[in-house]
């Protein structure tokens, strides 16, 4: 079959589809049968190279929706989102007794959190542990302030590890793209404050197509110690979240944010009740 994650970027997706008439058709060794046969048959062969545009395309009219979400991958793992080499060192301003060193003390979720909280959230205590204080006083702010900001001499980062045209979409998520996370998850259970029932009918529908109707489909360790999105999502809600809304950096997964969040809370809900083993 014609799905497969492989390929020499860190994730190639490559997906036949047959055409019909208009009609596009998942070319369908999933279903079988002749009508799958006859697509085959008399429809085109599309190769579609998804990396080609998401990972590391920019559209020809980028909306704001599209910039946010990318932003929004970048605090994640920008060399992942950019395909850019990761730096060696330790970042400057990762503290010295923190756990954590090379590459990883340079994603900006490490020292402010998945929930933007930094000190004050779920990163005050633990393995993540920085006192370094969260982002969730820039919302609203001018994106240019946080431009500056990441270019200044605490944060480091050069033109060459993050473009300008990059920095604008990161400043942008910051400024326009968190969310409350206290509203949409209770920070003592860790359960999304959700419909998991509705985010059932969501997750069939949009996420299964990749990570299977179980969540199982796709297993982000190793065989031996197996993670899969239920496991995730129990274990890092915030985390979870925040990829529902911005996508996986270096991975063709949507970025579902032009939804409303409350039903990606739902999603999120329902992906919290798949197995996590
Ligand atoms: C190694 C730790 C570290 C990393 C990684 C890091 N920051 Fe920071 N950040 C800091 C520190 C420390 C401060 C506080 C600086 C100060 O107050 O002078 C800060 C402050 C900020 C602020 C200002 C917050 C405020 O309310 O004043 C923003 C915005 C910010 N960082 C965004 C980011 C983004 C976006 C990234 C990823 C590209 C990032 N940071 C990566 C350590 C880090
Ligand atoms: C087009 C395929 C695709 C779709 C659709 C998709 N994903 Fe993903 N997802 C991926 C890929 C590929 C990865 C990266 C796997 C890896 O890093 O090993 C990923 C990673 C994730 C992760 C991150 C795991 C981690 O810790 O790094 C979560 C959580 C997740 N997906 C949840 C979802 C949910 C929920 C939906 C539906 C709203 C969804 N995905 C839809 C392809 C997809």
Same mark, same amino acid.
């Given at each position: 079959m014609f799905y497969s994650i492989c390929g020499n970027s860190r994730f190639r997706l490559s997906v036949t589809i047959a055409t019909v008439l208009g009609g596009v058709w998942l070319a369908g060794a999933l279903i079988g049968g002749p009508s799958t046969a006859s697509a085959a048959e008399d429809g085109k062969k599309v190769e579609i190279e &998804? @990396? *080609?545009?998401?990972?590391g395309g920019i559209p020809e009219a980028p909306t704001e929706d599209w910039g946010v979400a990318f932003g929004g991958r970048l605090y994640d793992n920008w060399a992942a989102a950019l395909d850019e080499e990761e730096p060696k060192e330790t970042h400057r301003a990762y503290p010295a007794a923190g756990k954590k060193k090379g590459y990883s003390t340079w994603r900006c979720k490490e020292c402010h959190g998945w929930d933007y909280r930094g000190a004050k959230g779920v990163y005050g205590e633990g393995s993540h542990f920085t006192g370094i204080k969260g982002i969730? *006083?820039?919302? !609203? *702010?001018?994106p240019n302030l946080v431009n500056r900001i990441l270019r200044d001499d605490t944060h480091g980062y050069t033109r060459e590890m993050i473009p300008e045209s990059a920095m604008k979409r990161l400043a942008l998520f910051v400024t326009r793209g968190q969310h409350d996370v206290d509203r949409f998850i209770d920070g003592e259970t860790k359960k999304a404050r959700g419909d998991a029932a509705r985010g059932e009918r969501f997750f069939q529908n949009m996420? @299964?197509?990749?990570? !299977?109707f179980d969540g199982k &489909?796709?297993?982000?360790? !190793?065989a031996d110690a197996p993670e899969y999105v239920g496991t995730v999502a129990q274990a890092n809600p915030w985390e979870t979240l925040h990829k529902i809304r911005n996508g996986q950096p270096g991975a063709p997964m949507p970025a579902l944010r032009i939804l409303p969040t409350q039903t990606l809370v739902d999603i999120l809900a329902y992906t919290q009740t798949l197995p996590a083993k």
């Open positions: &998804a @990396s *080609r545009d998401w990972l969730d *006083r820039m919302v !609203g *702010r001018d996420c @299964s197509p990749c990570h !299977g &489909a796709i297993n982000f360790r !190793g």
